[in-house]
């Protein structure tokens, strides 16, 4: 990763102005300069941007680079300034004196004489660089096929400024998940539910509606403006609406991107991590991997109700538990969330072997405005050695919901990585009850995973 550093406008006319009104001996015996004070060397003023080796029919020369909105000039590194050679930009950075600036001198094409390379970061966060290969008749040559030059955008100011008022503010572009945000310097951004930039640039507005130009790049966005006052997408016919606030349509698991791999009754499927053992408190705590199935035993609506009855099976290979010498305690971590909320589903960690009825839980998901009841119950059951597994675990479960609720995600979990956050888990449901899977303590919820019930 490149580290940029910003630097001040300097070129070559400026310093050699810069180096006349400046007092002091320019000898360069060794003796002078031991009596020079900073201020007086040319090098501590600041106008240095770079350094490197310059190697030239087989000498090395350490040289200092500067630069201009037009060219970079390379100095020998000594007291007078001496110029050892230089580059032209291919065409003017009026902003390079708020640029991050980077020479390297490398031997780009193998002939024994080092190339210059610059890389600049525009104050708009756009990167270029260019590339110039040495020729011994005509010096440094530009590469235009080894380089990408991108010109930071100069904001411009709209010129009617009644029209752009109108604009001014936050659309919603329907059913596209993303919001364009108008600000009163004639620049837009498209932005997430979670308010973070996709695209920017600048705008021009006139009676018919506006054009969007992309930053970097010559593409454009228009949109009509209609008699009810939407924006109207030129090229695809989508509409933009005018908003207060960012509220997503997208489901929380669809806008998170929180994928459902797994698929009911469609067999098992590996969950690394997935299951930990240990002894006592904690003593050789260890993960391993295991697999995981859901099978639907029922589905059926009644009086306004739908009743499903499904398995959630784990298997647990033998070498994926530790051998201990005494009894030992196997983890596994599973769990009910709406697909729509995130919520979690809040149930009271089960150890062992356990029947439905000590295991019964209600919560209402609020969506839309909409109140909706998640009813439901499970048991647990433990089997060991049954054929090639150490352990099998199956949750059986019933749940009611409403008939045209289809958002129930079971959710099988990877273990965390130490017994202390292990045993934090178990607790969650005094912890952090009901909260989104995105912000439970101890999960990682990318690493888990997830089959929808009720599809």
Request: proline share 3%; hydrophobic share 35%.
């Amino acid at each position: 990763m490149k580290k940029w550093k910003r630097y001040g406008l300097i070129g070559v006319a400026v310093l050699c102005l810069m180096l006349a009104g400046c007092g002091g001996s320019t000898d360069t015996t060794d003796d002078t300069k031991s009596e020079d004070v900073a201020g007086e060397d040319w090098r501590t003023t600041g106008v240095v941007v770079g350094k490197g080796t310059i190697v030239r029919d087989g000498e090395s020369i350490t040289v200092l680079a500067t630069v201009d909105p037009m060219s970079a000039a390379f100095f020998r590194d000594q007291f007078e300034p001496e110029v050892v050679d230089s580059v032209n930009f291919p065409e003017e950075f009026p902003e390079i004196g708020d640029c991050g600036v980077e020479f390297t001198f490398d031997d780009f094409d193998g002939d024994g004489q080092t190339d210059v390379e610059l890389f600049l970061q525009h104050p708009d966060m756009t990167h270029s660089n260019l590339v110039w290969y040495w020729d011994a008749a005509d010096g440094y040559v530009y590469q235009p096929a080894l380089s990408n030059v991108y010109v930071a955008d100069v904001v411009t100011e709209p010129e009617n400024d009644d029209l752009l008022a109108d604009y001014i503010g936050l659309w919603e572009y329907v059913g596209a998940n993303r919001w364009l945000r108008v600000h009163d310097d004639g620049t837009w951004e498209f932005v997430n539910d979670q308010d973070e930039v996709i695209e920017y640039g600048t705008l021009l507005v006139d009676e018919d509606g506006l054009t969007l130009e992309y930053a970097g790049s010559d593409e454009a966005m228009y949109f009509d403006r209609s008699e009810s006052g939407e924006l109207m997408d030129i090229l695809t016919g989508g509409a933009l609406l005018p908003v207060e606030e960012i509220r997503s349509q997208a489901a929380y698991f669809e806008r998170n991107g929180l994928d459902i791999e797994g698929r009911v009754d469609q067999g098992t499927y590996l969950l690394e991590g997935g299951v930990s053992s240990y002894v006592g408190l904690g003593e050789g705590y260890n993960r391993g991997d295991c697999y995981w199935e859901v099978t639907k035993k029922y589905d059926q609506t009644h009086d306004g109700i739908r009743e499903l009855q499904f398995d959630a099976i784990c298997y647990i290979p033998q070498g994926a538990i530790t051998v201990f010498p005494q009894d030992y305690i196997t983890v596994t971590s599973s769990e009910l969330y709406d697909y729509y909320t995130g919520m979690w589903l809040t149930a009271a960690t089960a150890y062992g072997a356990t029947e439905r009825g000590e295991n019964y839980y209600l919560h209402t998901i609020n969506r839309d405005g909409v109140s909706e009841q998640i009813e439901f119950a499970y048991s647990t059951d433990w089997q060991y050695n049954v054929g090639d597994w150490a352990q099998v675990l199956t949750k059986s479960y019933v749940a009611y919901v409403p008939e045209d609720y289809d958002g129930l995600v079971f959710a099988a979990q990877a273990e965390p990585w130490d017994y202390k956050d292990d045993a934090k888990r178990m607790q969650l449901d005094s912890i952090a009850p009901e909260a989104d899977v995105m912000n439970l303590p101890t999960l990682a919820p990318y690493s888990s995973l997830y089959f929808r019930i009720c599809e």
